[in-house]
């Protein structure tokens, strides 16, 4: 039996609370600068943040709002920044935001440039809080009204040469737990002529780090459970019509409620309020109605919302006590079994797992959706969901499997229910021939969640799995909506029931692919062929030549490439082979991945990358020449110590510590085109292989491979060993006589094995 959220009300048996660690460290989701010299332009997703000239640095963390902060008590809290530009101990101006702002799509590199005319909407800027139409200006500008900020009480700086660290702002934090609608960040100002790191970085991004007091969870706590309009089914109210909404406040707390009141803003910032009558005893609920007049754009939901707030002096946690209802965002219903709810309530707040799923809609309103961006769509998705108790009110119905039964299962479950995909889409129909990740990492269905917002978009995109040339553009994973799943739900916005398909556009373009071998090297006069499922005569083949290129135009495939891709998943996947004579190799080529290319802006040639376990020569795989040899290594351990990576047995086993290397000597100058680490335990992803002969030393060592992502590789071309994973590198076939590995992974592994395959005589 499915049980839809309105029996939940009321079933509140435990007090759980979800576990937070002591000691948050939040990276900013949101920041940007403004500047007086250039009062209309959004500097949002721009690698710096810059001050000086009256510049200022507004900064927000969505994370608060949806995390599992609600109820906790801020002890302590800093902002940290790492200068990209200059240093500075004079004084710094610290404020807390009290007007709604964006960060804003910046000046970003466009493949289609925005009409100049028609300017984004939400961004921040010197005159604006939110630029564009219907957009909002500061009271004051640089907002410096005193309804745009207000002071900081406490707030200090501590400046080194490399980092500057603002202290002193637990009650800002605490404001941006218990009341987001009235605390939206921190604006910072200085005469220094300095610039940080922006949130566009990874390691030297700007991070909030807090530090929490024990929290009591005993006495009243009012929850804001949902927030609807009352409309007839299969009717949605006009812009303009007085409306009358359904507010459930639920006392989830340990103590009854006197009385208390319910406050809302409408989409005209107009506040009104109504008294809730009590007593509001602990465990029960209360229906509260009110009227606002209704207020909605369908092609972007984020404009326009109803905010709720519970107001109660006595509450122990004010942090659930807040919700939007957006006005034309998509509502979605959760159903789940009696035993589902079960586990469920065990790791909700305050045991109910209502809030549990407010929670999952408002990380998907302030994080997921507006995050999941790339190069044409540096805002992320507009679309926004609201949690429905009843189903038959539902745009969208979530039914949960037991694999959903956890924060992110739950939140992985209702973002692929908004995306009209499925697993025949994401999983090629054989993973055992042709390697293929099976590990997920997001939370919708497709892997590929890296944000290229700052790349040019004509430039093919590493292989997914592999990262980028650190030298090169950033491309960062996310893991949030892949480009092609965050293009879709764009297109999708206010569509709702048998409009909602995925929007599959014919992918007759012709195919221009990289080939490259484990570590990058191009993979050339190679035979490259397209196959469907289970064929063994190819659609078209080509030759790679000299630079590994190969191209295939869309006049070759006589049925067309991908045909009737959406109406049916068996034709959304070709598998590409490479061949030498000597050695093949294949790999898959889903749909998905040429719609990538499409979704960035490029209708023509799709340009990407595909990289196959093939060595350049041909590989005898029945010898090692890595067998028995001598080791050593740089903690000069004697050799019998070190003979566990040369002796063929997985069980034993020898450790290298960051930094470290570790060398065979093959006893003669070899010839070699592949070798394979076997890694017993630990996170082996980065290391480099160097080489040297003979008559040669150390230090003259050439680079045969530099690995940044092992573990991506000993999942997919290895696999697992009894005990570890086995990791194959193959690359261009060099000599050598000695073979060092060193670690530049972060932490120790175990390595229990080392094979080195010569390349067959005659080669």
């Known amino acids: 039996m499915m049980l839809p959220l309105v029996v939940l009300l009321g079933m509140t048996q435990t007090n759980s609370m979800i576990n937070l660690p002591e000691r948050a460290y939040l990276n900013p989701v949101a920041d940007t600068f403004i500047d007086p010299s250039a009062p209309d332009v959004n500097f949002g997703r721009e690698p710096a943040l ?59 590199l466009r493949f289609d440039k925005p009409d ?53 702002l637990a009650g800002v934090v605490q404001n941006m737990i218990d009341r987001p609608n009235q605390s939206f960040g921190i604006r910072i100002e200085s005469a220094a002529d300095v610039a940080f790191f922006s949130g566009e970085y990874t390691e030297q991004r700007p991070r909030l ?74 465990n029960s609920t209360k229906v509260v109605k009110f009227q606002a007049n209704f207020r909605g754009e369908t092609s972007d939901p984020r404009k326009y919302f109803i905010h709720g707030q519970v107001i109660c002096d006595t509450d122990v946690n004010q942090g659930n006590n807040h919700l939007n209802h957006y006005s034309t965002g998509l509502n979605v219903a959760i159903e789940a079994t ?32 507006p995050y999941s961006r790339f190069i044409r769509n540096p805002e992320g998705v507009f679309e926004r969901i609201n949690i429905a108790l009843n189903p038959a009110e539902a745009d969208i119905r979530v039914t949960l499997t037991d694999n959903d039964l956890t924060e992110d299962g739950l939140q992985s479950a209702i973002t692929k229910a908004l995306i009209p995909l499925s697993d025949a889409y994401v999983t090629p129909p054989s993973s055992t021939a042709v390697p293929w990740d099976k590990a997920t990492t997001s939370y919708s269905w497709l892997p590929d969640t890296r944000d290229d917002g700052m790349r040019i978009p004509g430039l093919e995109l590493p292989s997914n799995g592999f990262a980028v040339d650190p030298q090169g553009p950033p491309l960062f994973s996310n893991g949030l909506i892949s480009r092609q799943e965050a293009w879709a739900l764009q297109s999708l916005v206010g569509r709702r029931g048998k409009d909602r398909k995925f929007p599959w556009v014919p992918l007759d373009q012709g195919l221009l692919i990289r080939t490259t071998g484990l570590t990058g090297e191009p993979l050339t006069e190679m035979v490259i062929g397209i196959f469907k499922p289970g064929d063994t005569k190819p659609l078209v083949i080509s030759n790679s030549g000299r630079s590994g290129f190969v191209y295939f135009s869309a006049n070759q495939f006589k049925e067309g490439l991908f045909k009737d891709v959406a109406n049916s998943a068996e034709n959304a996947w070709y598998r590409i082979e490479a061949t030498n004579g000597y050695e093949s190799a294949s ?135 009894k005990s570890g994973l086995r990791i194959p590198i193959s690359g261009l076939a060099r000599q050598g006589r000695y073979l060092r590995i060193v670690s530049k992974s972060k932490t120790k592994v175990a390595l229990s094995g080392l094979v080195i395959r010569p390349v067959r005589s005659g080669e």
């Not at 028609?118 to 219907?134: F, L």
């Open 338 to 369: 009696p035993a589902q709810l079960e586990t469920l309530r065990a790791i909700s707040p305050a045991g109910d797992a209502t809030l549990l799923y407010q929670w999952a809609a408002a990380r998907m309103n302030n994080y997921i959706l």
């Open 209 to 282: 780090e807090i530090v929490w007091e024990d929290s009591p969870v005993a006495g009243p706590d009012l929850a804001l459970i949902t927030l609807m309009p009352q409309v007839e089914a299969g009717k949605s109210p006009r812009n303009g019509e007085l409306t009358t909404y359904n507010a459930i406040v639920k006392n989830v707390g340990s103590a009854d409620v006197p009385s208390a009141r319910l406050e809302w803003t409408d989409p005209t910032g107009s506040r009104n309020s109504v008294d809730i009558p009590g007593p509001i005893a602990a």
């Open 116 to 168: 100049p005319k028609a300017v984004p909407y939400g961004g921040a800027t010197w005159r604006n809080s939110r630029q564009g139409r219907d957009g909002t200006k500061w009271q004051t500008d640089g907002a410096l009204g005193p309804s745009d900020i207000a002071p900081i009480s406490g707030a200090d700086v501590i400046s080194s040469s490399e980092k500057l660290t603002l202290t002193g």
């Open 587 to 721: 790999a898959w080529l889903p749909a998905w991945q040429v719609l990538d290319w499409y979704s960035r802006g490029n209708t023509s040639i799709s340009n990407f990358e595909m990289r196959f376990l093939m060595p350049n020569k041909a590989i005898d795989k029945t010898q090692d020449l890595a067998a028995g040899k001598l080791v050593i290594d740089e903690a000069d351990r004697f050799p019998a110590q070190l003979n566990a990576l040369v002796d063929g047995n997985p069980e034993t086993s020898v450790d290298l510590f960051p930094g470290q290397w570790i060398e065979v000597d093959m006893g003669r100058d070899r010839t070699f085109g592949q070798v394979e680490i076997e890694v017993a335990s630990g996170d082996f992803d980065q290391f480099d292989i160097l080489v040297y002969g003979t008559s040669q030393t150390a230090s003259s060592a050439f680079r045969w491979a530099s690995i940044n992502e092992g573990n991506y590789i000993g999942r997919v071309w290895g696999g697992e060993m």
């Open 50 to 108: 810059v001050l000086g000239n009256r510049r200022a640095i507004l900064m927000a963390f969505p994370q608060l709002s949806w995390e599992g902060y609600a109820g906790k008590k801020v002890k302590s809290a800093q902002l940290v920044f790492a200068f990209s530009r200059g240093s500075a101990n004079m004084p710094f101006t610290i404020s807390e935001i009290r007007t709604p702002w964006g960060e804003g799509e910046g000046r970003s």
